[in-house]
T-cell receptor, first 114, second 114 residues
């Protein structure tokens, strides 16, 4: 069974540009989470989808970040316009709907904003 | 609000020596607790988890962790480390309702010396 995949693995952009990150969860997983790790700090929650609905977006830093999950399958996270402080590693995780199940993480996308 | 503290940013141990990584959490009820590992260039991999029952849990790669409610701790241990254990280790706490965000510690980087 394929794991969580993320694309691209690395992205380097200029301040003010737009970047879109993609996450493909494990097939059948209705829960999808986005997290971010800024260098040297903890991994922080951004938001949680259940199927195509946003269950919790309390961690989204500001309105420059837009997450979507069309059809309840893959998800995208768009940053527009990107700022220097957006640099970090963005992780996606998925899990089945069964309560307490483990979140399975993707390899992450390393975003560098210059 | 839940929180996780990993007091050791970086630990160096000799190959074959025993290892203990510390994790303290703050949560209003009995939490779900996790240890994840991130090897260089890889994503987050689950080592073990505690939901309920036996407070000593066994994980992959010879790791174990003990939940101590009185100390709000969930320390990770391994009796004899291997060079391949060099990685960054993250402790995380989740709500007992499941299907919710994880709160991570800042991570402990483990270096193994020959």
């Amino acid at each position: 069974e394929a794991g969580v995949t993320q694309f691209p693995s690395h992205s380097v952009i200029e301040k003010g540009q737009t970047v879109t990150l993609r996450c493909d969860p494990i097939s059948g997983h209705d829960n999808l989470y986005w997290y971010r790790r800024v260098m040297g700090k903890e991994i922080k929650f951004l938001l949680h989808f259940v199927k195509e609905s946003k269950q919790d977006e309390s961690g989204m830093p500001n309105n420059r970040f837009l997450a979507e999950r069309t059809g309840g399958t893959y998800s995208t996270l768009k940053v527009q316009p990107a700022e220097l402080e957006d640099s970090g590693v963005y992780f996606c995780a998925s899990s089945p709907l069964l309560a307490g199940d483990t979140q399975y993480f993707g390899p992450g996308t390393r975003l560098t904003v210059l | 609000a839940q929180s996780v503290t990993q007091p050791d940013i970086h630990i160096t141990v000799s190959e074959g020596a025993s290892l203990e990584l510390r994790c303290n959490y703050s949560y209003g009820a009995t939490p779900y607790l996790f240890w994840y590992v991130q090897s260089p260039g890889q994503g987050l991999q689950l080592l073990l988890k505690y939901f309920s029952g036996d407070t000593l849990v066994q994980g992959i790669k010879g790791f174990e962790a003990e939940f101590k409610r009185s100390q709000s701790s969930f320390n990770l241990r391994k009796p004899s480390v291997h060079w391949s254990d060099a990685a960054e280790y993250f402790c995380a706490v989740g709500a007992t309702s499941g299907n919710e965000k994880l709160t991570f510690g800042t991570g402990t980087r483990l270096t193994i010396i020959p």
